[in-house]
T-cell receptor
Framework: EAQVTQNPRYLITVTGKKLTVTCSQN?????MSWYRQDPGLGLRQIYY???????DKGDVPEGYKVSRKEKRNFPLILESPSPNQTSLYFC????????????????FGEGSRLTVL | DAKTTQPTSMDCAEGRAANLPCNHS???????VYWYRQIHSQGPQYIIH???NNETNEMASLIITEDRKSSTLILPHATLRDTAVYYC???????????FGRGTQLTVWP
C-alpha cells in the first residue's frame, strides 16, 4: 500500500531534549516536505527536499533541521525543542513532475502531535 | 511564489452544491491549481487539480477562469462528510516551496 509513515504519532518531551520525527515513503517520490499546523494558522511549510541531498527552507525553518540521505526518508530534527514548537506536524511526498497518469499530488502522513513542556 | 486567497469559512446545506472560490492572481503559466481537504486533524487529502481546462473527477469539479487568476471547487451534492477545511494551492512542476494558508472551513448542515 502506498503510504507516508511518520513516527512517533504522539510525543511529549521537555525543553532542550533533542528529538527526531521520522518520515518514510514507499512510492519512490523525489519530493518530500514537512509542515506544521497550529490553530488558526493553517499549514506552514518548514523544509522541503527536491531529491536526495537537496533540501531547502520553507516559511518557518527556525529551530528545525532536516536531512535527505536516502530517497525514501526525510527526518525532521529538533536539536533543542522549545514550547513554541508544540504543534501538529505533517510530512508529505510527491513526484516532482506530472508524468503521464501521475497527478503530482501530495501524499500526507497521518501527522505527529508534539508537545514540548 | 504564487499564493492563494480563500474565504475563511462557508456553509452549505446537505444535498446542495458547495462552491469554494480561490484567488491566485500571481499564478504562472506552468503552475497547476491543486485542491486538498483536511478532515479534523487528519493528513490533507488530494481532491483534484488542473492547469487551464475545467476538470471533473468522482469527487469534485474544478472550474478555472480563462485568465487563470481564480478557480472554484464544486462539490455537486455536499454531504455531512464533506465538512472539512479545503485548501487551494498552486504548484509548478519543479516548485518546492508551497503555500497552503488557512484554507476554507466548509460546514455542511443537515
Amino acid at each position: 500500500e502506498a503510504q507516508v509513515t511518520q513516527n512517533p504519532r504522539y510525543l511529549i518531551t521537555v525543553t532542550g531534549k533533542k528529538l527526531t520525527v521520522t518520515c518514510s515513503q514507499n512510492m519512490n517520490h523525489e519530493y518530500m516536505s514537512w509542515y506544521r499546523q497550529d490553530p488558526g494558522l493553517g499549514l506552514r511549510q518548514i523544509y522541503y527536499s527536491m531529491n536526495v541531498e537537496v533540501t531547502d527552507k520553507g516559511d518557518v525553518p527556525e529551530g528545525y533541521k532536516v536531512s535527505r540521505k536516502e530517497k525514501r526518508n526525510f527526518p525532521l530534527i529538533l536539536e533543542s525543542p522549545s514550547p513554541n514548537q508544540t504543534s501538529l506536524y505533517f510530512c508529505a511526498s510527491s513526484f516532482l513532475r506530472d508524468r503521464g497518469l501521475n497527478t503530482g499530488e501530495l501524499f500526507f502522513g497521518e501527522g505527529s502531535r508534539l508537545t514540548v513542556l | 511564489d504564487a499564493k492563494t486567497t480563500q474565504p475563511t469559512s462557508m456553509d452549505c446545506a446537505e444535498g446542495r452544491a458547495a462552491n469554494l472560490p480561490c484567488n491566485h492572481s500571481t499564478i504562472s503559466g506552468n503552475e497547476y491549481v491543486y485542491w486538498y481537504r483536511q478532515i479534523h486533524s487528519q493528513g490533507p487529502q488530494y481532491i483534484i487539480h488542473g492547469l487551464k481546462n475545467n476538470e471533473t473527477n468522482e469527487m469534485a469539479s474544478l472550474i478555472i477562469t480563462e485568465d487563470r487568476k481564480s478557480s472554484t471547487l464544486i462539490l455537486p451534492h455536499a454531504t455531512l462528510r464533506d465538512t472539512a477545511v479545503y485548501y487551494c494551492i498552486v504548484r509548478g512542476s519543479t516548485l518546492g516551496r508551497l503555500y497552503f494558508g488557512r484554507g476554507t472551513q466548509l460546514t455542511v448542515w443537515p
